[in-house]
């Protein structure tokens, strides 16, 4: 791994930490020159930011969160892409410090959205004013920090699909955030859970985020379906594994179910017994975040945000943080994201 | 193989030729009595007929297809079983010969479908009159004898899909029935197919059936397609083989476009690459027309097939017959109806 930037960390932090917020003058970014594996490709750099235009602002980072899709984009894989040199990550909290000259609706202090363009995986940025989202300042900063790709990733899954109250969702992986965010949502919405994990000692903490039935992997749960709901039906599955463990959620779906791929945890292709799809009219779709906020409207996606927000303000939802790391500290904060654990890593100016 | 009832034959056979249709009083029927190879648990069998009782009618084989799906209910393996022992069979015309006291809508010489549920593969039965659909007389003999199974499969994958006139459908086996009768209907629709075949030599013949663009499995379409269908959408696919072929069509589909599987020809499990369904937003789902028919009313199956026969009558759709065999002769139709080949095999009393 390259590290570039470092000798001027001290430096710049100083007036960051204090209120003298005219003196960020540069950002420390975590950055990538081409695609790759992120230990080989990502380093840190500080770069100085522009001169804040009359519809820009400047803001600087209060908590960025690493998820899989930054490394899917910094790999190259993903569906879209940054232009390159980037800077990583595509979710996080900020606070605004300046305002450019034309700018009306935002004022120093505002809590916001870091607008994923910029790549968040920074200290500050200078960003279009139109591209800010605002945060309510009672939103608790760390879910604020999470609330952009998994909270609506389930929400939409979930109120997209035509479901019942009383039916049951299965999901692998559901010690993940978005595992999490829909065991919590399904019950606010009346549905409940039968939830997939690989490690036994994640059984005990998803019931205390309120999961119905929680199975491992190979304990067959596929085949004991019908007692493990006592006969309910299974209308949903979330997937965001692949491999073996997508099949087994298609197994355990009712007639006509649908069965929903939102990530690819194992890269492994998923090897569909098709005659789940001709005689248990299982439907196969997958679902992207990034293409439903391209093809909504901002009020329609404002609309859903005010609703997360009140979830989160309720305590409807909420979610653990595994641990929280120094930007400079990245490296052992990727490295963190991708070992077992429950709760999402943050960085931190 | 086993055989029985051979010495019966040429006895049975000479009433049914003649005019004496009252002395119709047995069936020669291809029946099995266990799950297995057809090759191994087919057997041909001559049993008496019953009474025609009140609200019965007798009636007599004209002529009966072999499908793949037969082949899926001999070896157990198909999502819907006749209780054992049964008789082989789904889909052929027979005509009425005696009618039961209290029906009213049905007489001798009456050209109907031969009921599903008595199996089809046999000379003669006494079945339930609520069972009969008619067929109009002026339909072509072997199009009615092929209408049930394919056609319909065809019609309502493409009349229930999104799909807008000027758009494409992709398909793999496109030289089988569903196959071409899809080449025509598509046509008729305004729509445009691109067909893929396992040998050259189909090309032309599926040209003359109105195909827009035919190619070779291995010739790397699936990479072309913007070129071949010169830039249009390909909106959905027709799979009903597995493996292989039915991701290529995964990939030749446009965003957002689906892909139906209806048959599983390889019986191979198929590797979805996820990310297609994520980041292409590919649907994909089963269409089986037994749950078609059980999930829609009959005023609405007549309406479909007063459709189709139109289609039939007006020359739009037709279909080619490989070869036609005497029931007694099934082992050869049988291994015909594996072999390449365009168009059905037909059964004959």
Redesign the interface.
Known sequence: MRWTGFSLNFLWRTPARSDRLCLVDTTLAITYHEHGKPADVLRLEERPLPEVGPQEVKIKLLKAVINPSDFGMVLG?Y?KLAELPAVGGREGVAEVIEVGSEVTHLRAGDRIRFPENAGVWQTAAVVPAKDVWKVPADVDLDLAAMAWVNPPTAWRILRDANIHEGSWIVQNAANSAVGLFTIQMAKYLGLRTLNVVRREELIEPLKGYGADVVVTEDSGYEKQVKALTDGGEVTLAF?SV?GES?IRLVKALSRGGTHI????MTFE????????????????????LD?WYRDNSPERIQVMFDNLFNLMRTGVISAPVSATYKIQDFAQALEASTSPKLGKVLLEP
Chains 1, 2 share one sequence.
């Open positions: 894989s569906g997937n692949g997508a791929t939102f990530g690819a292709a998923v090897r569909w017994p098709t005659r789940y799809l001709i005689f248990n009219d299982i439907c196969l779709k997958g679902f992207w293409r």
